[in-house]
C-alpha cells in the first residue's frame, strides 16, 4: 500500500439549486460537510467523493451510499470504490479466486462485484461517526486504487 497523504478534490454540486434526491440520506451530507469532504450526490442518491492522489496524478471514486439496510438488528450503511471492469481488465477464474482469498485476510472491507464493476466495499453500523466514517472512505479509496494499478497499469478510468 502506498504511503501517500489522500486529498480530496473538490467536486461541484450540480448547480447551485441541485436538490438530493429525497432517498439521499441527509446523515451522510452532515458527517461529511463536518469533515469538509467535498461531494455531489449522484442520481442513485449516493454520495461520491473524488479522491486525488496529487503526486501519482491518479483519482478515485469513492462513494457513501445514500440508504441504509437492516440486517438482524444492525443498520448497515455501504461505503465503496470501484477497482477495475471484469472483461476489460480480465478478471476472471484464477483472479476472482485470488480476491476472495484476499477478502478473508482484509479485516475491515472485501471484494465484490456488481454488473462489469469490482468494488472494493466496506460495510459499516451506520452509527459510526464522521471521522470512521471518513477513514473508511480513505481505506476504500487506496485500497480500490492500488487494485486498480494492478489490474491496468497507469490506465486512471475510475
Do not use: H
Not at 461529511?32 to 501519482?56: A, C, F, I, P, Q
Not at 454488473?115 to 472512505?137: C, F, Q, R
Amino acid at each position: 500500500m502506498r504511503a501517500t497523504r489522500l486529498f480530496l478534490l473538490p467536486s461541484v454540486l450540480l448547480g447551485c439549486a441541485f436538490a438530493a434526491p429525497a432517498w439521499a440520506d441527509a446523515s451522510v451530507q452532515t458527517r461529511l460537510d463536518s469533515r469538509g469532504v467535498k461531494y455531489e450526490v449522484d442520481e442513485d442518491g449516493d454520495y461520491k467523493v473524488t479522491y486525488n492522489y496529487k503526486s501519482e496524478g491518479r483519482t478515485q471514486l469513492v462513494f457513501v451510499s445514500g440508504r441504509t439496510e437492516r440486517v438482524g438488528g444492525f443498520i448497515v450503511r455501504e461505503v465503496f470504490a470501484p477497482a477495475g471492469r471484469l472483461e476489460q481488465d480480465g478478471i476472471g477464474g484464477d483472479k476472482a479466486l485470488e480476491l476472495l482469498r484476499e477478502s478473508r485476510q482484509n479485516k475491515l472491507g472485501s471484494w465484490e462485484v456488481a454488473g462489469d464493476v469490482l468494488y472494493y466495499v466496506i460495510k459499516l453500523p451506520d452509527s459510526v461517526d464522521a471521522t470512521t466514517l471518513e477513514s473508511a472512505m480513505d481505506i476504500v479509496a487506496e485500497t480500490a486504487d492500488d487494485m486498480e494499478i494492478e489490474l491496468s497499469g497507469p490506465r486512471d478510468a475510475l
